[in-house]
């Protein structure tokens, strides 16, 4: 069976996200559990731990990851731009309306895309700090600007990365299974469209 042009780009997009996302979701899991400090300051025994990789290479996937999630979720949002404005607009004439035509389904995955957006920014603006910002010093103090206080300081943001990224994979895995017969669906086409075509003798 064809898939239209439209639907492989989709799921070209999608695909690209969820690998991304993965590679930055796994790799957080990992700070997450073997915090940092302790080789500059000595407190922690687990800081040079190895678990597959060493840290400064799971430090590396999680940022460049990260980066790459960041930019395939810019594409795929200006790639379907015209339909979050209709829909943000559907949705807004609703409330004001206080009458839903939505289903019970419906309101559900609109609230799991809204947990998705909100932490998903959260996530990307504290890692922008963290990727720009300078590091080392409270440790080791070997860099007095370690904490530079935009906003708030080094800790609420590590904070706010940390939990909305939390938030992130919690909700990425409710939509993954909302949306678990159409990815089967269409990722079977999607390969099976990749397959030459069998031509048979006359």
Partial sequence: MGISRTTRLNWILDAGVFFTALVAGFSGLYFLYVPVGGYQGGRNPLYGITILFSRSTWDDLHLWGGVAMILIVTIHLLYHWD?????????????RSGKSNMSRGAKNNLAVNLVIATSFLLVAVSGVYFLFGPTG??????????DIGFLFSRTTWDLI????GVALFIAASFHFLIHWKWIKKVTNRFFQSQKPAVRHGA
């Fill in 83 to 95: 339909w979050v404005v209709m829909m943000s607009k559907k949705i807004w004439n609703q409330i």
């Fill in 137 to 146: 010093g409270y440790d080791g103090g070997a860099n007095a600007n370690w």
């Fill in 161 to 164: 990365h940390t939990w909305s």
